[in-house]
T-cell receptor, first 111, second 117 residues
């Protein structure tokens, strides 16, 4: 088991820019989910991928997009960054048996 | 849609004492899981305990136990013999069963627990 690894750990971007966050899933986990956690709040579901296809999406605009690769790693892309996009972005990989394993997140600051 | 409510933004407890964190949820589903996660300053969500809704017996994991009241839609976490390392944000989460893969987690807003020496 290698756990879930996210990169980078911290990131500062300017409003209007684009950002890509990366996540390596735990070995054997075929589902990856992304969550946004604003300061002082609980995580909010962005979207989920199962075997490289999106199979669930939360209430986030289309400028939030993602990919899952054959090795089950994943990317979260955010276009046209807004100040309110500043948050901790958590990735979680899972199976039905194992449940969710979370990474330590990427702290994104938009200025 | 499911909602999860944690009504205690902050709590504190003396080391070695017992504390209970509250959680209520709203759902029309009959088959689901409930979770308590711990988020220390390292930011990683760590699973504390899981409860399957079809099980009447309350889940326990060492010093952590839950009081699951399905009819009341209540799911509280009891931490016994509190330790300094228990200091963290605690999140209650709901997950319905169904489909391929896991369905998304719905989180509450969290309770900040401070254990005082």
């Amino acid at each position: 088991e290698t756990g879930v690894t996210q990169s980078p750990t911290h990131l500062i971007k300017t409003r209007g820019q684009q950002v890509t966050l990366r996540c390596s899933s735990q070995s054997g986990h075929n589902t990856v989910s992304w969550y946004q956690q604003a300061l002082g709040q609980g995580p909010q579901f962005i979207f989920q991928y199962y075997r490289e296809e999106e199979n669930g999406r939360g209430n986030f605009p289309p400028r939030f997009s993602g990919l899952q690769f054959p090795n089950y790693s994943s990317e979260l892309n955010v276009n046209a960054l807004e100040l309110d996009d500043s948050a901790l972005y958590l990735c979680a990989s899972s199976t039905r048996i194992d449940g969710y394993t979370f990474g330590s997140g990427t702290r994104l600051t938009v200025v | 849609a499911q909602t999860v409510t944690q009504s205690q933004p902050e709590m504190s407890v003396q080391e070695a004492e017992t504390v209970t964190l509250s959680c209520t949820y709203d759902t029309s589903e009959n088959n689901y899981y409930l979770f308590w996660y711990k988020q220390p300053p390292s930011r990683q969500m760590i699973l504390v305990i899981r409860q399957e809704a079809y099980k009447q017996q309350n889940a326990t994991e060492n010093r952590f136990s839950v009081n699951f009241q399905k009819a009341a839609k209540s799911f509280s976490l009891k931490i016994s013999d509190s330790q300094l390392g228990d200091t963290a944000m605690y999140f209650c989460a709901f997950m319905k069963l169904g489909g391929s893969g896991n369905t998304p987690l719905v989180f509450g807003k969290g309770t900040r627990l401070s254990v005082i020496a």
